[in-house]
C-alpha cells in the first residue's frame, strides 16, 4: 500500500486515493507498490522473440565486462546484445506507430464513409481545412463540389496506410532540408503499414542482425507514425469535429457532481465523445434524467478521448492516466466507456466494488467480463443515447453514502492547434509563425518544448511533468503539450494566461501578457504531436531561425512515459530532428552501443537524439542548454542576453 502524499503531488489526487485506500480498493499505486520493474527487461536485456528462449544477458552491474564476457552475452541463437535491446526498442515503436495508425486508418474510414454520406451523424465541419488538405494531398479542386473534394481526401487517406511505395503524402509538408536528411538516410516512410510489418518482420529470429539497421527502420517507422497515422487521425478529425480553437474548461476529479449523472468517457478515438457530447445535451434524455431524480447529465472525459472533447466543446476533464480508476473509487460515475488504448484492465474489478457500468465500446478494446457495445458509425448518436440512457437508468442505484467528490477543480484555456497559434500570433488575415520567430530571434522566448506523454505509477503522479514545465517557463521556454501532461499542466493551474505573471521568466510573460495566452499551450490529444511537427514546421518555414528542424532552438520530453505510444513519438520528434528527453526508465540501457547510438549517433545521420535524465529539473536544463546551443549556431544567442539586460535593467528603474 502506498501512501497518499507520496502517490500524487495533487492534493485532489491524493484525497481521492486515500478514499479509495478506506474503500479496500486496490488501485494501480498499489500494484505499482506490490510489483517491482524487472531489472533484465527493463534495460533490454531479455529476448523472447523465439521459442529457444528467453533468454536474458544482462552486463554485469558496476563493472566492466571483459571481452571474453561479453562474447559470451548472446542469447541462444547468438544475437548480441546490442541486437537484443535494438529490436526491443524497435518493436516499441512499431507497437505505439500500430496505435496510432490504427486510430488514424478507422478515423479515415468513417471520414470517407460520411463524405459518401453513408452515415448521417458525421460531416465536414471545417470546410477551410478540407480545401487545404485537399491541396496538401494533391487533390485537383477545379469546379469539383465540396462532397467530391472529401471523397478523394477520404480515399487518399485511406490508400496511405497500405502504401507500398514512394513517399507517404505527408513528407512533403516538412521542409525541404528535413526531407533531403532523411532522404539521404534511407528513412522516408511509406505507408504506415508498410513500415510496421518490415519492423516487425526484421526483429522476428534470424533477420536483421545489426542493431544500427534495425534502429533505422525503427526511425522511418516511427516517421510513418509521426507524419503518416498520427497526421492523417489529427487532420481528418479537425476537418470532421472542427480545427480546435481556445475555449475554457475544468480539469481534475472535483468536475464529478453529486446530484447529476456522471458520465465519463475513457480512451482515444472521438468517433464516440462526439456523439455522447450531442445525447448527453439532448433535452428527451435530460428530461429523463429529471425524472430519475437526477439534476442533469455531466460529462466528463479522461486521457485523450477527454483531450478532443475538452478542446473542441470545453467538456471537463475528470484527469489523466494514473486517476481513471480513481473516478470510479470516489462512487460518483454512474457509467464509463472505454475505446482503444490506456485503458486498464482493473477497471473492471474497481467498477465492481461501486455501482459504476462499465461498458467497452470497440471490438479492438474489450475487457474479459465487461458489457461491450459496439460503436457503430451508422448509428453514431444512436448508440450514444442508448448509452446515456443507460447511465440515466445506473443512477438510482447510486450510494450516495458511499460517494466523496474531492474539491478541487482548475480552470484551463486549451484549444491551440496549429493553426490557432498562427493566427492568435499573426492574426485572422496574416496568419503567422513569424512573431513567434520574432521574440525568438529577439530573445523573448528562448525556444520551444513539446512536453507530452503519459503518467507512469514508477514514479510520483505528475510530478516531472509539473517540476519540468515550471523550470522550462522559468527560464522563458513556451512549452506546448498534449496527452496525459496537459492535464498535468493544468491540474495545477498552469494553463491559464494569468500563469504566466506568477510561472514564467521576464521575456516569455511579456509575450503571454501581449498576445493573451498561458505559457503552457494545450495543442490536444497524442495523435495530435502531428501538430507540434507541423508548428516546427511553421517555425522554419517563417524563416530566420535555420533551413531544418533541427536548427530550431526547441526541445521535446516525455518525462513520465510508459507506453509504447510514447516511444514512437519521441522517435519521431528525433527523426525529425528534435533533441528528445524521457524520464523514468530508459528501455536499452543494458547495451552501451545501441544506447549511445540513439544519443549520439542518431545525429550523424537524423541530426536529432534521445536523452535519459531522471530528475526533471535537470531535464529541463538539458533541453535548456540544447536551445542554448541552437540558439548560438544561429547567432541569436548575444540578442537575449541583451534583452535580459533589458529587463534587469526595467526592474532597476521600476524600484528607483
Ligand atoms: Fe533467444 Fe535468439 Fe530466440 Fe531471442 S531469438 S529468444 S535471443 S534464441
Ligand atoms: S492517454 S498514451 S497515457 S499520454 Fe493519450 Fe496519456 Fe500516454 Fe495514454
Request: proline share 6%; net charge negative.
Given at each position: 500500500?502506498?501512501?497518499?502524499?507520496?502517490?500524487?503531488?495533487?492534493?485532489?489526487?491524493?484525497?481521492?486515493?486515500?478514499?479509495a485506500l478506506g474503500d479496500g480498493v486496490e488501485t494501480v499505486f498499489d500494484r505499482a507498490a506490490r510489483i517491482k520493474?524487472?531489472?533484465?527487461?527493463?534495460?533490454?536485456?531479455?529476448?523472447?522473440?523465439?521459442?529457444?528462449?528467453?533468454c536474458r544477458v544482462?552486463?554485469?552491474k558496476n563493472r566492466e565486462e571483459t571481452p571474453e564476457e561479453r562474447a559470451k552475452r548472446t542469447g541462444v541463437c547468438g544475437a548480441t546484445a546490442e541486437t537484443i535491446a535494438a529490436r526491443n526498442f524497435a518493436r516499441m515503436v512499431a507497437g505505439g506507430a500500430s496505435a496510432h495508425s490504427d486510430h488514424g486508418r478507422g478515423i479515415a474510414e468513417t471520414f470517407l464513409a460520411a463524405a459518401k454520406g453513408e452515415i448521417k451523424d458525421f460531416v465536414i465541419k471545417?470546410?477551410?481545412?478540407?480545401?487545404?488538405?485537399?491541396?496538401?494531398?494533391?487533390?485537383?479542386i477545379g469546379d469539383k463540389d465540396l462532397?467530391?473534394?472529401?471523397?478523394?481526401?477520404?480515399?487518399?487517406?485511406?490508400?496511405?496506410?497500405?502504401?507500398?511505395?514512394?513517399?507517404?503524402?505527408?513528407?512533403?509538408?516538412?521542409?525541404?532540408?528535413?526531407?533531403?536528411?532523411?532522404?539521404r538516410a534511407g528513412v522516408v516512410p511509406r505507408g504506415p503499414d508498410r513500415e510496421i510489418v518490415e519492423m516487425m518482420h526484421r526483429t522476428h529470429i534470424g533477420v536483421d542482425q545489426d542493431y544500427e539497421s534495425i534502429l533505422m527502420h525503427a526511425a522511418r517507422t516511427a516517421l510513418g507514425d509521426g507524419w503518416g497515422g498520427s497526421m492523417i487521425a489529427t487532420e481528418l478529425q479537425d476537418v470532421m469535429f472542427g480545427t480546435p480553437e481556445p475555449v475554457v474548461g475544468l480539469v481534475n476529479l472535483g468536475i464529478l457532481k453529486r446530484d447529476e449523472v456522471n458520465i465519463i468517457i475513457h480512451g482515444h478515438e472521438p468517433l464516440l465523445p462526439e456523439m455522447m457530447v450531442i445525447a448527453s445535451q439532448d433535452p428527451e434524455l435530460l428530461r429523463y434524467a429529471e425524472s430519475k431524480g437526477a439534476k442533469g447529465i455531466n460529462l466528463g472525459g479522461l486521457c485523450c478521448s477527454a483531450n478532443e472533447i475538452l478542446m473542441r466543446h470545453g467538456i471537463p476533464v475528470a484527469g489523466n492516466f494514473l486517476q481513471q480508476e480513481l473516478a470510479i473509487t470516489t462512487g460518483a460515475v454512474d457509467l464509463m466507456t472505454v475505446d482503444v488504448q490506456c485503458q486498464m484492465q482493473s477497471l473492471r474489478q474497481v467498477?465492481?466494488?461501486?455501482?459504476?457500468?462499465l461498458i467497452t465500446t470497440d471490438r479492438r478494446g474489450k475487457i474479459e467480463g465487461v458489457q461491450h457495445i459496439q460503436f457503430e458509425e451508422e448509428r453514431g448518436l444512436e448508440i450514444a443515447k442508448e448509452i446515456v440512457r443507460m447511465a440515466i437508468d445506473n443512477f438510482a442505484n447510486r450510494d450516495q453514502g458511499r460517494v466523496v467528490i474531492p474539491d478541487g477543480t482548475k480552470e484551463m484555456v486549451v484549444g491551440f492547434s496549429h493553426e490557432t497559434i498562427n493566427y492568435l500570433l499573426g492574426g485572422m488575415f496574416r496568419a503567422s509563425y513569424r512573431p513567434l520567430n520574432d521574440n525568438i530571434i529577439n530573445g523573448r522566448i528562448r525556444g520551444v518544448a513539446g512536453v507530452v506523454g503519459c503518467n507512469n505509477a514508477r514514479v510520483q503522479h505528475n510530478y516531472n511533468f509539473v517540476t519540468m514545465i515550471k523550470e522550462l517557463i522559468k527560464s522563458d521556454v513556451l512549452v506546448l503539450t498534449t496527452g496525459c501532461s496537459s492535464m498535468a499542466a493544468g491540474e495545477i493551474g498552469l494553463m491559464t494566461p494569468e500563469a504566466a505573471l506568477e510561472y514564467a521568466g521576464d521575456g516569455l510573460r511579456s509575450v503571454c501578457e501581449a498576445v493573451g495566452i498561458p505559457p503552457v499551450l494545450h495543442v490536444g490529444s497524442c495523435v495530435d504531436n502531428s501538430r507540434i511537427l507541423m508548428a516546427a514546421t511553421a517555425m522554419v518555414k517563417d524563416g530566420g531561425l535555420g533551413d531544418d528542424i533541427s536548427d530550431l532552438p526547441v526541445a521535446g520530453a516525455a518525462p513520465e512515459w510508459m507506453s509504447e505510444k510514447a516511444i514512437s513519438i519521441g522517435e519521431y520528434f528525433v527523426a525529425s530532428g528534435v533533441f528528445t528527453v524521457f524520464g523514468v526508465t530508459w528501455p536499452t540501457t543494458n547495451s552501451e552501443e545501441v544506447t549511445r547510438y540513439l544519443f549520439e549517433r542518431y545525429e550523424d545521420s537524423l541530426k536529432g537524439m534521445w536523452a535519459f535524465e531522471q530528475d526533471p529539473v535537470k531535464a529541463a536544463q538539458l533541453m535548456i542548454a540544447h536551445i542554448d546551443k541552437k540558439r548560438k549556431a544561429l547567432g541569436i544567442d548575444k540578442a537575449r542576453e541583451r534583452i535580459l539586460y533589458d529587463m534587469a535593467k526595467r526592474r532597476e528603474l521600476d524600484a528607483a
Open positions: 500500500m502506498a501512501e497518499a502524499r507520496k502517490v500524487s503531488i495533487d492534493g485532489v489526487t491524493q484525497e481521492a486515493y486515500e478514499k520493474p524487472c531489472p533484465i527487461g527493463s534495460g533490454g536485456a531479455c529476448c523472447k522473440n523465439c521459442g529457444m528462449g528467453p544482462p552486463a554485469p471545417d470546410e477551410q481545412k478540407l480545401y487545404q488538405l485537399a491541396m496538401d494531398m494533391g487533390v485537383e462532397r467530391e473534394i472529401a471523397i478523394e481526401v477520404g480515399e487518399r487517406s485511406l490508400a496511405e496506410f497500405g502504401k507500398q511505395e514512394g513517399e507517404g503524402i505527408f513528407v512533403k509538408r516538412a521542409p525541404l532540408k528535413r526531407q533531403e536528411v532523411w532522404r467498477a465492481s466494488c461501486y455501482h459504476t457500468k
